[in-house]
Every structure is written in C-alpha cells, then in structure tokens.
C-alpha cells in the first residue's frame, strides 16, 4: 500500500467504526493504513490520527 501512496495522505473513509469491523479485523485495516501515513475517518468527523501520533513516538 505504502508504494502506491507517494505524497498523497491515505485516508480510509468509513460511515462508522462498525461498518470497519463488519468488514474484517479494524486493528489489521489501521495497522496498514499507518504503515503508508494515513489514517481511518467517519463521515461523522472521528478519526484515529491521535493513534498514528502515537505510533510514530513509540517507533
């Protein structure tokens, strides 16, 4: 996934956190959106980008 990105900002666009985990494993989904530099978002503005900062400062 990470090749395909170049400079652009991965986002993975969800209705809810619910629609993510009726679709597979939500943690392996953010795991490779992190590993490109993305994140998840709803269409309710929620997103997970606090736990990219926080996955960065532990690496």
Same mark, same amino acid.
């Given at each position: $996934?990470?090749? $395909?990105? &170049? +400079? ?6 969800? !209705? !809810? ?6 679709? &597979?494993?939500?943690? +392996?989904?953010? !795991?490779? +959106?992190?590993?490109?530099? &993305? ?15 926080? !996955?960065?400062?532990?690496?």
């Amino acid at each position: $996934m990470a090749e $395909m990105v &170049g +400079e652009r900002t991965v986002i993975c666009l969800v !209705h !809810h956190w619910t629609r993510l985990t009726r679709t &597979g494993d939500r943690a +392996e989904y953010q !795991h490779k +959106e992190r590993e490109a530099g &993305g994140y998840t978002a709803t269409t309710f503005g929620e997103d997970d980008q606090l736990l990219r900062t926080e !996955h960065e400062a532990l690496a």
